[in-house]
């Protein structure tokens, strides 16, 4: 069990490990305003709802707690969070720089590989590639009973011209230090209210760190 709770903690690491955080220079930003910026549309990532009960059978377990996960966002109607982090990020940056939505506004991609996304935003003068790594609830190897939330966030910005990378940075929240951890019905009452707030509570987090570390807007 405790290899597959760290398994699953570490795919926010791993992000983070790939990514380094590096701003768009001022000196790129000044020619901003009336660039294009077109904004990536991904598959939705997996929620992993980690009980103990599953966690013991190992990688099926692992393939169970995605599959409860997911029902449980499709059940309470929880949003995808990395569109709505997109369109903040966007919008911070058409007040700062003045740019503009491209026309398309969204690009369909379930790639990683720069050249082959800026080759699909073509057009465009910016691509801004917001990746959700997942997100999760898990319990703790010491207490069962009680549950942490992670989420964990990648954005890239490519030029679409050159078709090179020109900032990126990743962005994790945890609830791991919670003094009060919830309880798996706690999460899950009342339409996963309390599940939600948390969730939108850790975007609203990631969307302020990266319109800085990516964005450069303080």
């Given at each position: 069990?405790?290899?597959?709770?760290?398994?699953?903690?570490?795919?926010?690491?791993?992000g983070?490990?790939?990514?380094?955080?590096?701003?768009?220079?001022?000196?790129?930003?000044?020619d901003w305003?009336?660039?294009?910026?077109?904004?990536t549309?991904r598959?939705r990532?997996?929620?992993?709802?980690?009980?103990a009960?599953k966690a013991?059978?190992?990688?099926?377990?692992?393939a169970a707690?995605i599959s409860?996960?997911?029902?449980?966002?499709?059940?309470?109607?929880i949003?995808?969070?990395?569109p709505?982090l997109?369109d903040?990020?966007?919008?911070?940056?058409?007040?700062?720089?003045?740019?503009v939505?491209?026309?398309?506004?969204?690009?369909?991609i379930n790639t990683t590989?720069?050249a082959t996304m800026a080759h699909?935003?073509?057009?465009?003068d910016?691509?801004?590639?917001v990746?959700s790594?997942?997100s999760?609830?898990r319990?703790?190897?010491t207490?069962?009973?009680?549950?942490?939330?992670?989420?964990g966030?990648?954005?890239?910005?490519?030029?679409?011209?050159?078709?090179?990378?020109?900032a990126?940075?990743?962005?994790?929240q945890?609830?791991?230090k919670?003094?009060?951890?919830p309880t798996?019905d706690e999460?899950?009452a009342?339409g996963?209210a309390?599940l939600?707030?948390?969730?939108?509570?850790?975007?609203?987090?990631?969307?302020q760190?990266?319109?800085?570390?990516?964005l450069s807007i303080t």
């Open positions: 069990m405790r290899v597959v709770l760290s398994a699953l903690v570490a795919v926010f690491l791993i983070c490990v790939s990514t380094r955080n590096a701003a768009v220079s001022d000196e790129r930003t000044r305003h009336g660039k294009t910026v077109a904004l549309t598959p990532a997996d929620f992993v709802a980690m009980t009960g013991a059978f190992a990688l099926i377990g692992a707690m409860a996960g997911n029902s449980i966002v499709e059940k309470n109607g949003e995808d969070p990395a709505i997109g903040n990020l966007l919008s911070d940056a058409q007040a700062q720089y003045g740019v939505a491209a026309v398309p506004a969204h690009v369909a590989d720069v699909a935003a073509h057009g465009a910016l691509l801004l590639d990746q790594m997942g999760q609830f319990y703790f190897p207490d069962w009973s009680h549950y942490a939330v992670d989420s966030f990648k954005v890239r910005l490519i030029d679409v011209r050159t078709g090179s990378l020109i990126e940075g990743f962005c994790h945890t609830t791991q919670d003094p009060s951890p798996k999460l899950l009342d996963a309390r939600k707030l948390i969730l939108t509570s850790q975007r609203e987090a990631c969307s760190q990266l319109k800085k570390d990516v």
